[in-house]
């Protein structure tokens, strides 16, 4: 087991994203398009070192999706990556103090899986770091989803099922 103690040793977590990314095999490179012409209007005129960095990358990234892949690793490093990425979903949900919201869990991994692919293994910053913030930004954006879902009335409360429908744990017996 790669965590110990809630621990997620960022180089084995770098490594694995990494690994992840080479052998990924839905991921054939089809975001890059868009994502350079956001960095584009983004970087283009007010940072012109970040958007060279960010042209290098793609141009990086566009020479490994031009290759043979080694997709057989694919499962095996998800094995792996997946708990280590739910330990850091833990504890950013723990630093919310929310516990225990499945939703919320599987939003947070399914925006990390997203955007794990502009994780730059080659720069040797922290997994970890780039990590946490993707699910920081997750659980910001279900937090105000849900906000504004409870300000329109969209949210159907536990208690108002029950009154329309009967307990469930009462209607059994």
């Not at 958007?51 to 499962?75: C, G, V, W």
């Not at 850091?88 to 919201?101: C, L, P, Q, T, V």
């Amino acid at each position: 087991m790669t965590t110990k103690n809630n621990y997620v040793n960022n180089e084995k977590l770098g490594e694995l994203v990494a690994e992840y990314i080479i052998s990924n095999p839905t991921d054939r490179g089809e975001w890059l398009d868009k994502y350079e012409r956001t960095m584009t209007t983004k970087h283009s005129e007010k940072n012109p070192k970040k958007m060279a960095e960010t042209l290098e990358f793609i141009q990086f990234r566009r020479e490994l999706y031009s290759h043979e892949r080694p997709f057989n690793k694919y499962d095996t490093v998800c094995k792996q990556l997946i708990p280590m990425l739910y330990e850091i979903i833990d504890g950013r949900m723990a630093s919310y103090k929310i516990f225990n919201d499945d939703d919320m869990r599987q939003e947070c991994i399914v925006m990390v899986l997203r955007y794990i692919n502009r994780f730059d293994w080659r720069k040797k910053t922290s997994a970890f770091a780039y990590i946490t913030e993707v699910i920081t930004n997750a659980i910001n954006m279900v937090l105000k989803q849900r906000k504004e879902d409870s300000l329109d009335g969209n949210v159907i409360l536990e208690s108002e099922l029950n009154d329309k429908y009967g307990n469930p744990e009462t209607i059994a017996s």
